[in-house]
């Protein structure tokens, strides 16, 4: 077989190795070329060496106090006083990482929209009568949410650039 390291095929087949899910003669054939292919074999080699940590690996346990602590500090934010908790969520820089990970969701929910009303157009399939009973209502909905958040993304520009101008030294 020709390298996989060297070809079109990618290191995808060695992965696929390394991770037991290569069978038959694939298997029989990657195991050839790996016992006359130092790269090959290396790589093989780090793969292995990763699976085999992530098997070994177990996470930290949770300590006896943990819902203790995590219950007292509810409590003690449910019981701040309002206007502290008002000024904590109006603060800008607390808001500010958000913000492009937010327009990013919202790019992402647009685009699934917009797919979304090019799959359901109407006539498209053989059960076509259902299928436009069924989206010609949605269509309308479906538009406004598109409208809104695109208003919404624009709301958050706003927003990202006011607490741009506010953080920058005058
Ligand atoms: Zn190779």
């Not at 780090?46 to 346990?61: F, K, R, S």
């Not at 109407?122 to 598109?146: F, K, L, M, R, Y």
Request: aromatic share 8%.
């Amino acid at each position: 077989m020709k390298c996989p390291l060297q070809t079109e095929e990618t290191p995808v087949v060695l992965l696929d190795y390394a991770a037991g899910r290569l069978e038959g003669a694939r298997r029989l054939k990657l195991e050839r070329h790996l016992a006359g292919c130092a790269r090959c074999e290396a790589f093989r080699a780090e793969q292995a060496e990763v699976w085999d940590l992530l098997d070994a690996w177990e996470p930290p346990a949770v300590s006896t106090g943990f819902n203790r602590v995590l219950w007292r500090r509810i409590d003690e934010a449910a019981a701040a006083p309002w206007h502290r908790k008002l000024a904590e969520a109006l603060r800008f820089g607390a808001w500010k990482p958000a913000f492009p990970i937010a327009a990013a969701a919202m790019v992402i929910v647009a685009g699934f929209v917009f797919d979304h009303r090019t799959e359901s157009r109407p006539g498209s399939d053989p059960s076509g009568a259902t299928a436009t009973q069924i989206s010609t209502p949605n269509s309308g909905i479906e538009a406004d949410q598109v409208e809104k958040t695109l208003d919404d993304i624009q709301l958050l520009r706003q927003f990202d650039a006011v607490s741009s101008i506010r953080s920058k030294p005058i």
